[in-house]
């Protein structure tokens, strides 16, 4: 009996790929045995946040850095960053955002796809929206706190990229805030949205093998003060009740993340590709012979789509992909998959190689006619 059926819950075998609902992805052995010890002993949350972040600074290149729980937190703090500025008695009063720059400016575009703009208002901002460079510029006055970027749709037909957008907030002196949650591979890329003009950069920790409620954000040293300035830190000890006590941190979580940063850019990334490309075969290898189905080796990206390469998923075709998806959900251990109407997605980046045997068997299983 494992600890989810003492719970009454039952486990999962992740074949959907990181996702929160499914608790992210597995964190590493090593990154693991760092936040076991980290749970052992007590430590300052301020100074490990602040050496925390000076170790993440440097792999990212930025003048500063501060872990958070997760990057949504992270786009709410930097948010209230923007705003307060250090201001302790400002930081208190929010969302009361009275006397303070509390617009965040978005380009239209970006709304239809990104679920995440209502993060923003957490901290008592208001959305402004502009279709233009020319109402961009119109906009930069004394009431807007930042600009946003979600830079995975920074490519859109329409939108005005990262690259351009920075030079003219700079030129009116305001920051440019990016959420840039999972894109981090090439993990050198990871460094580009500081270069490009960024002043705060918000990422996930859970697509680097980290805790699923893990993040940070890297930018400015000013505003990655203003950061700590309004976060769950000194709370009860401090001179003001700040905004971001609801988004309190654990030692392990803190320790989990900066080591799964530092561990993602030494990592063989060759050989991990290598590793799902061998697990997809084995499911293929299960499945090849049975009628009625067809089968892909295909990369499923993070915005979802499928595309040719690097391979991390196996792609079934079948008319009884439906049958099969609740088959795989009802097992103990549960199996989740993506199915898209008559085709399963069978996601290999968080199965655990010892995981691999069950899931072929139970694959070919729910595809038997």
């Known amino acids: 009996m494992t600890v989810y059926d003492l719970l009454g819950a039952r486990p999962v075998i992740n074949c959907r790929g990181v996702y929160s609902e499914l608790g992210g992805a597995i964190i590493g052995p090593k990154v693991w045995a760092a936040m076991t010890e980290a749970n052992g002993t007590a430590a300052s949350m301020s100074e490990l946040l602040e050496a925390t972040g000076r170790r993440l600074a440097a792999v990212l290149g930025a003048e500063a850095g501060r872990v958070t729980p997760g990057a949504a937190a992270a786009i709410a703090l930097g948010t209230a960053a923007c705003m307060t500025r250090g201001d302790g008695a400002a930081a208190e009063r929010l969302p009361d955002t009275g006397g303070l720059p509390d617009e965040i400016v978005l380009q239209r575009a970006h709304l239809p796809d990104y679920k995440y703009a209502r993060v923003i208002r957490i901290p008592g901002a208001k959305l402004r929206l502009v279709d233009s460079r020319d109402e961009l510029e119109q906009a930069l006055g004394e009431q807007v706190a930042a600009v946003f970027v979600p830079a995975h749709l920074d490519d859109q037909p329409g939108v005005l990229p990262l690259l351009e957008l920075a030079p003219a907030a700079r030129e009116h002196g305001v920051p440019v805030l990016v959420d840039a ?29 980290g805790p699923n409620t893990g993040g940070f954000v890297v930018g400015r040293a000013d505003l990655v003060d203003a950061v700590s300035d309004v976060d769950f830190t000194k709370f009860e000890t401090g001179r003001w009740a700040k905004f971001g006590r609801p988004f309190k941190l654990d030692l392990h979580t803190v320790v989990g993340t900066t080591l799964a940063v530092e561990e993602w850019f030494e990592l063989d990334h060759d050989a991990r590709w290598g590793s799902y490309d061998d697990l997809v075969v084995r499911l293929e ?11 892909e080796r295909r990369f499923f990206s993070m915005v979802e789509t499928l ?27 549960r199996i989740a998959v993506h199915r898209r109407d008559e085709t399963l997605i069978v996601a290999v980046d968080t199965l655990l190689p010892d995981q691999s045997a069950y899931v072929c068997e139970k694959l070919r299983a729910a595809l038997t006619p």
Do not use: Q
């Open 181 to 209: 949650a999972f894109l981090n591979y090439p993990p050198e890329s990871m460094r580009r949205f500081t270069a490009e003009g960024a002043d705060l950069v918000c990422f996930s920790a859970k697509y680097f093998y």
């Open 285 to 295: 290898e299960a499945v090849a012979d049975l009628p009625g189905i067809r089968t």
């Open 307 to 333: 595309e040719d390469e690097p391979v991390n998923c196996l792609v079934v075709h079948t008319e009884r992909a439906a049958d099969a998806e609740h088959a795989l959900w009802e097992g103990n251990p």
